[in-house]
């Protein structure tokens, strides 16, 4: 029986939004967390490292709910888009999204209190604006950490199994990702196809960690 790519193309895809979307809300979030005091603090950084600990069938659960159709986000999508949340690719994304969320923001928050702001606060003073002083202070100081958590939450959606299967089902070439479909096969006792899926994928893995681990031990310059 040939391999089917489409699951592994429909994880990678996943894996690629995900990504993109947890570092573009993460580092904000990250950055208050760091440096912004208050009673809402200690509940927000629990509720973001809560994934860490809660068993992802039941996260997948309470997700399913909210999404479903009798559910707020999904009575919302629906007016939106005429269309249901849960079972799809967009659900799919939301999930991951939550599920890696404290991979791209504890360790940020953690890179952002060892950053300081004396650097920021020196750049300002010779008339950065905020643009400039993110872009030639801030971002290279923290680029290790923020590849890192990059490539954290991107290895950390490839492997998702208990959350896609809850919110997105096992619907080939909309929901079926790779850790699905390895199940499948291992259900259906193909393990040859299995054995070449899971492959691809923990080379995939690898080759990312690599990656990361060799650009890690290039000197950081701040341009």
Avoid at 93 to 111: D, R, T, Y
């Amino acid at each position: 029986m040939p391999i089917d790519p489409e699951p592994f193309l429909l994880t990678l895809r996943l894996a690629v939004v995900t990504t993109l979307l947890l570092i573009l809300l993460g580092l904000p979030l990250a950055w208050w967390l760091a440096f912004r005091a208050g009673p809402l603090k200690p509940f927000i950084k629990s509720l973001v490292a809560l994934p860490l600990v809660l068993p992802p069938t039941v996260l997948g659960f309470y997700l399913l709910l909210v999404m479903g159709a009798s559910g707020p986000l999904g009575q919302l999508w629906i007016r939106l888009t005429g269309g249901t949340l849960a079972f799809t690719f967009e659900a799919l994304v939301i999930g991951s999204f939550i599920f890696s969320l404290p991979f791209v923001v504890l360790p940020m928050q953690s890179a952002f209190e060892s950053l300081g702001k004396s650097y920021m606060e020196m750049a300002a003073s010779l008339r950065a604006g905020p643009l400039d002083r993110w872009l030639s202070i801030g971002l290279p100081l923290i680029r290790r950490s923020l590849m890192t958590s990059a490539t954290l939450a991107f290895a950390h959606t490839l492997g998702e199994f208990g959350i896609v299967l809850m919110i997105g089902g096992n619907i080939p070439g909309e929901t079926e990702v790779a850790s699905i479909a390895i199940y499948n096969h291992v259900e259906a006792i193909e393990y040859t196809q299995a054995h070449i899926l899971a492959g691809f994928m923990a080379i995939a893995s690898f080759l990312l960690l690599l990656a990361v681990n060799s650009l890690d031990r290039r000197p950081i310059t701040i341009i």
